[in-house]
């Protein structure tokens, strides 16, 4: 069973078995379950357990009744740590936790990984918009806030209602599918046909100007499917690159949206387009994707978000404990950030104190992270001169538009309303010093 699955399952899990497994985790007695409930029979406790036991697929066999209670905890060990006792792993698994393997902190967190932090009810709001007629989510936040680990969620909860989806990440994508909007589209729709299996046919639908051909294509497509069709774009920030084709891309994208509302085969797409920030001002707002659909707003983590993943990763750290707030605010709730420092934490590589000490310099373990986003300044003289500004100001100050576009996209500020400021305090510490 994966995260999602987990998930899922305990959702479905009545009131009163949500609170007869979070005291028996929590180490009571079915005695005081039993209190706590108000019931009369010990045998109703049981059979709570038995039945969320079953939500979760653990099934008893004969004559090892116990086993139920066991692979509960293993799997809330794994997966809901915070609410499982020390003295009920101890009892049923025998004394120590199972080893957690790591997953390595770049890229991007894989379906199955215990390390995925929900941030609800965003997760559960897109699966339900996803299956919406005529969908279309747009994921924004700044790089390495889980913008892709969300779109891949989304992308297989579709998967599991029986869609199809196929999934264009535009950095991946080779430069010479960009020498114009039609080399592009027809890119697209090459690509859709082989992802789909579906028998390419380009030149017969290719007759009308190239917008209104591959909104041909796309129908023929969805009427060979006969079911929803989902496709995902991540990255799509690398279209603005490209005047040629940026204004019909983005265009087609809205006219398919609002095609769903007259045409019925088109209610069958569902669009997801993922983008680090806004750059609006080139685009006409009427023929604009980035102001119609269902908009999805990643932010940081939260405090107590940030000691599950703790938990998660095997850390007894607590939620008043000095430490976790001091790397809270040194960080600044970065999901990334975050991550890399209990990766770190969970393989004994160094102390809390340690990797707050050396947070901001060459010698910590942010230091490959630092030095990417120095040295892309360093190749942008008017970002780094904006930047300056920022890390130098008392207080959030204005900057030009187009470098806080910039700096917002990579991450490094954070905007509130025209005004700027440093994303978290290891980005003022370390840059003060090197930029």
Not at 1 to 17: G, H, P, R, S, V
Not at 64 to 92: C, G, M, S, W
């Amino acid at each position: 069973m994966n995260k999602e699955e987990f998930d899922t399952a305990y959702e479905k899990l009545t009131f009163k078995q949500k609170q007869v497994l979070k005291a028996f985790l929590a180490g009571e007695p079915d005695t005081t379950i039993k209190e706590i409930l108000k019931v009369n029979d010990l045998s109703t406790i049981r059979k709570h357990i038995a039945k969320a036991c079953n939500i979760f697929g653990i099934k008893n066999e004969k004559d090892e009744h116990e086993r139920l209670r066991n692979d509960l905890v293993e799997l809330f060990t794994k997966y809901k740590p915070k609410y499982v006792n020390p003295e009920i792993i101890a009892k049923y698994l025998g004394g120590t936790l199972p080893k957690m393997k790591l997953d390595n902190p770049e890229g991007v967190v894989p379906l199955d990984s215990p390390f995925y932090i929900e941030r609800l009810p965003i997760e559960s709001n897109c699966y339900e918009e996803i299956e919406q007629p005529g969908a279309l989510i747009r994921i924004k936040a700044p790089k390495q806030m889980g913008k892709t680990s969300l779109l891949n969620r989304i992308l297989h909860h579709a998967e599991q209602q029986g869609y199809r989806t196929v999934r264009f990440n535009l950095q991946k994508i080779d430069g010479d599918a960009f020498k114009s909007s039609d080399h592009f589209l027809r890119f697209l729709c090459i690509d859709m046909s082989e992802r789909l299996q579906i028998p390419e046919q380009l030149d017969q639908y290719w007759k009308r100007g190239s917008q209104v051909s591959c909104s041909n294509y796309l129908q023929f497509l969805l009427e060979e499917l006969n079911v929803p069709l989902v496709l995902g774009f991540d990255e799509i920030d690398r279209i603005f690159d490209y005047s040629a084709i940026y204004q019909d891309f983005f265009s087609l994208l809205r006219s398919w949206h609002e095609d769903a509302k007259d045409l019925e085969i088109w209610e069958n797409l569902r669009l997801l387009v993922v983008h680090s920030t806004e750059d609006y001002g080139r685009l006409d707002i009427n023929r604009s994707p980035f102001n119609v659909g269902f908009p999805v707003n990643l932010s940081k983590f939260t405090l107590e978000q940030m000691i599950d993943l703790a938990q998660y990763h095997q850390l007894n750290i607590k939620v008043d404990s000095p430490e976790i707030n001091l790397l809270y605010n040194m960080i600044g709730g970065h999901p990334y950030l975050a991550r890399l420092a209990f990766y770190h934490l969970a393989r004994h590589n160094l102390s809390l104190d340690q990797l707050l000490e050396d947070a901001a310099t060459p010698a910590g373990i942010y230091d490959d992270h630092l030095r990417r986003h120095l040295e892309a300044l360093q190749q942008k003289p008017e970002l780094s001169e904006a930047f300056k500004q920022v890390i130098n100001a008392d207080q959030p100050i204005q900057i030009e538009p187009m470098p806080a576009y910039k700096l917002h996209s990579m991450g490094l500020i954070k905007k509130q309303g025209y005004l700027a400021q440093a994303r978290c305090d290891l980005y003022y510490k370390y840059f003060q010093q090197y930029l």
